[in-house]
């Protein structure tokens, strides 16, 4: 069992950039996050693997950074030029390939304002 907890999440205007944060409870091969706009399923951001290989949504190219500190079991994603769009809840999202169980935080909240 691996445990998610993200942070950094909240209200930000428009045009500004916002980092979150997830710390994993062990370490893990896959990490990366999601998000849920309201009234929407939940979609990729992007994914990060323990080789440092990332994929991301076609749509969320170019705005959006995923990292990760291996050492610390964290990844983290930057947010540049935000839009009211992005507003959302990011969950963290781990997995440890080939095995088919994924793991999920809780999720946090951001609020993008015009």
């Known amino acids: 069992q691996v445990q998610l907890v993200e942070s950094g999440g909240g209200l930000v205007q428009a045009g500004g950039s916002l980092r979150l944060s997830c710390a994993a409870s062990s370490s893990v091969n896959t990490m990366g996050w999601y998000r849920q706009a309201p009234g929407k399923q939940r979609e990729l951001v992007a994914t990060i693997t323990s080789g440092g290989s990332t994929n991301y949504a076609d749509s969320m190219k170019g705005r959006f950074t995923i990292s990760r500190e291996y050492a610390k079991n964290t990844v983290a994603l930057r947010i540049g030029s935000l839009k009211p769009e992005d507003t959302g809840v990011y969950y963290c999202?781990?997995?440890?390939?080939?095995?088919?169980?994924?793991?999920w935080g809780q999720g946090t909240q951001v609020t993008v304002s015009s």
């Open positions: 999202y781990a997995r440890n390939f080939p095995a088919p169980m994924a793991y």
